[in-house]
């Protein structure tokens, strides 16, 4: 971002990237520490997610609050506007992700120990978190440097992703039919799915970073390539 003639406008911005660049982290912990309860199927591991849940959306009250107060006082306009628009909708993205990872975690608390998960899923499920939370902290990035290249390409999700989901459904539909189904089988499909709709809110993230940048909102067909997209 410029400077601004007033300077402290220029704290107020730095202040509010900071606070989601902060959320993002605890976001990324909370993820992958939830995906790691159910796999590890510890009880300890699922408090502590939901304790970083609860302290990650008082920071997203905290960033609403100044997004408020910032466009209050300083009446922006333009590109800062939008930037502050974008970082606002970050936000909310990120505490969309910090509701799937305490959704996974409270399935992790309901499946129990009874029966262990079988260890290609296990590889599955940690590999599919891993490029979901990829793809979070470079659309993350993306916002805090105006990337708009990276945003377009975020924006229309991921096909390494989308394999692994696919995989992994299909490995879990297969023990699920072979046999009486599992109360873990069950959790498991939903706990991938959660996972892999992160795409979601990383296609959400992007299109509030080319907002930021164009200056525009671009509605994205996700079948096709960022060229084919529908500007309005």
């Known amino acids: 971002m410029p400077d601004h003639t007033v300077k402290a406008f220029d704290a107020d911005l730095a202040n509010l990237t900071r606070m989601v660049a902060e959320l993002h982290e605890r976001v990324e912990k909370e993820l992958r520490d939830s995906v790691e309860a159910l796999i590890r199927n510890d009880d300890d591991l699922v408090k502590l997610v939901l ?23 300083r009446q922006p306009v333009a590109n800062d506007l939008r930037f502050i628009i974008a970082i606002w909708e970050a936000a909310i993205e990120l505490n969309r992700v910090s509701g799937i990872a305490r959704s996974v975690a409270k399935r992790a608390s309901a499946v129990g120990n009874d029966q262990p998960i079988p260890q290609s899923v296990v590889w599955g499920l940690r590999r ?18 105006a990337d708009a290249m990276t945003a377009e390409a975020l ?11 696919d995989s992994l459904c299909r490995e879990l539909l297969t023990y699920i039919t072979a046999d009486e189904p599992s109360p ?38 996700r079948e096709n390539s960022p060229e084919t997209a529908i500007q309005h």
């Open 51 to 73: 304790v970083l849940g609860e302290t990650s959306m008082a920071v997203g009250r905290d960033i609403e609050a100044n997004v408020m107060l910032l466009v209050t006082r």
């Open 128 to 145: 599919i978190t891993h490029a979901a939370l990829n793809q979070l902290r470079a659309i993350v990035n993306s916002l805090f440097h």
């Open 155 to 165: 924006s229309v999700g991921d096909r390494d992703i989308d394999a692994i989901y």
């Open 184 to 221: 873990l089988l069950i959790h498991l499909l939903f706990c991938v799915k959660s996972i892999e709709s992160v795409g979601e809110n990383v296609t959400n993230i992007a299109a509030a970073v080319l907002y930021f940048v164009h200056g525009h909102r671009t509605r994205w067909d």
